[in-house]
């Protein structure tokens, strides 16, 4: 396997944690940080001062004074993560009690309240560091971009990673169906094909068909629908934050929604068969993705025509070689019989997904 370094080692998902300690008594503040909460999915602690708890203070992930509480928190421990809250937008003298109770951020609402949900539910849910994207994209119909990113994603939770596989493309029959799961309950793309603003990444997770220990985002059997560009942007975005790995399956066609995909990509494969009129067909592909992702590289798929191997079609395509997909006698037949691609563990297809993360989450490169 060949090509250039990987992001670190990411960390399987992140354990929830509980949510922002709010101390004021404006009754109507009050009510919009309660509203704000629940809009990140986080549940509050409230009082009226520095608690009387121990300890609640200096543990608590958020903490949002309100104007009126700030004569009251003076004096309390100096730390990280203290926001002064309130809606006087000409209030000059809001910068002097900042100071006074260490606060790294003074907010005005409404002017501030998109970002403070995010802030929120990130604290809320204990995002660290996010989860390794690897998009799959075939180089042409029928390179079998499906069946490495379905075998990619079975492999990394076999493995214990924290695993979530995105179906990105609309015409491509449902990557449930690979999986032998499209009897599953579970939300579908049409659930959040227009969703806009933040989605929770918890709820997104407790939302999604569980199948082969890993979570699936995929297509359900109605007509085909359009992913709005937020949408995408939303929904990936959540996926990420939970840590360890998500896999998407991406149309050759770069159109809005494919795009947002393919921005947030540490990796792209690029699935191609080793034949001339594919290698032609694959340089169109990797031209458009290449506008929009910059770490792109070549997984090549035998048999190959005369005069051709992984590393002439790699340098053809002027992109780096991650590796040889071999082939796995048998693998149509599993599927048809249920069974998913990466399913046989001593099977050449694990053994090259296999090797692929040990590479990629030690961060010691794709080589």
């Not at 990394?156 to 493309?169: F, K, N």
């Amino acid at each position: 396997m060949a090509g250039s370094s990987t992001p670190d080692r990411l960390p399987v998902a992140g354990q929830r944690r509980g949510g922002p300690l709010i101390v004021t008594e404006d009754a109507a503040l009050l009510d919009d940080l309660l509203r704000l909460c629940a809009a990140a999915g986080a549940e509050p602690e409230v009082h009226h001062g520095v608690p009387d708890r121990k300890g609640s203070w200096e543990s608590a992930p958020l903490i949002l004074v309100g104007d009126d509480a700030a004569a009251r928190v003076r004096g309390s421990a100096r730390r990280a993560g203290v926001y002064l809250v309130g809606k006087d937008q000409d209030d000059p003298a809001v910068w002097q009690r900042a100071v006074e109770i260490g606060a790294d951020h003074v907010l005005r609402l409404p002017d501030a309240e998109g970002w403070l949900v995010e802030r929120i539910a990130d604290v809320s849910e204990g995002v660290g560091q996010q989860a390794l994207t690897v998009g799959v994209i075939g180089g042409r119909g029928g390179a079998g971009a499906s069946t490495l990113a379905c075998a990619l994603a079975l492999t990394a939770a076999r493995s214990g990673q924290r695993t979530v596989l995105i179906d990105g493309d609309p015409l491509g029959g449902g990557l449930d169906v690979l999986l032998g799961g499209e009897h599953t309950a579970g939300r579908r793309w049409p659930d959040f094909a227009r969703s806009k603003g933040r989605v929770g990444g918890s709820a997104l997770e407790e939302s999604l068909p569980e199948l082969h220990g890993l979570k699936v985002l995929s297509w359900d059997r109605s007509d085909a629908v359009v992913v709005a560009p937020e949408a995408m942007r939303a929904v990936l975005a959540a996926a990420r934050r939970g840590g360890g790995v998500v896999v998407v399956d991406l149309p050759r066609r770069v159109d809005e929604g494919a795009a947002e995909a393919l921005a947030q990509l540490d990796l792209g494969l690029l699935v191609v068969p080793g034949e001339l009129r594919a290698v032609a067909a694959a340089a169109r592909v990797a031209s458009m993705a290449g506008m929009v992702l910059q770490d792109l590289r070549a997984v090549v798929r035998g048999p190959y025509a005369s005069g051709l191997d992984g590393e002439w079609v790699a340098r053809a395509l002027d992109l780096p070689l991650v590796g040889e997909l071999p082939v796995e006698e048998g693998l149509l037949e599993a599927q048809t019989g249920g069974t998913p691609p990466g399913s046989r563990t001593r099977g050449p297809l694990a053994k090259f997904c296999t090797a692929f993360w040990e590479q990629a989450l030690a961060g010691g490169g794709v080589s």
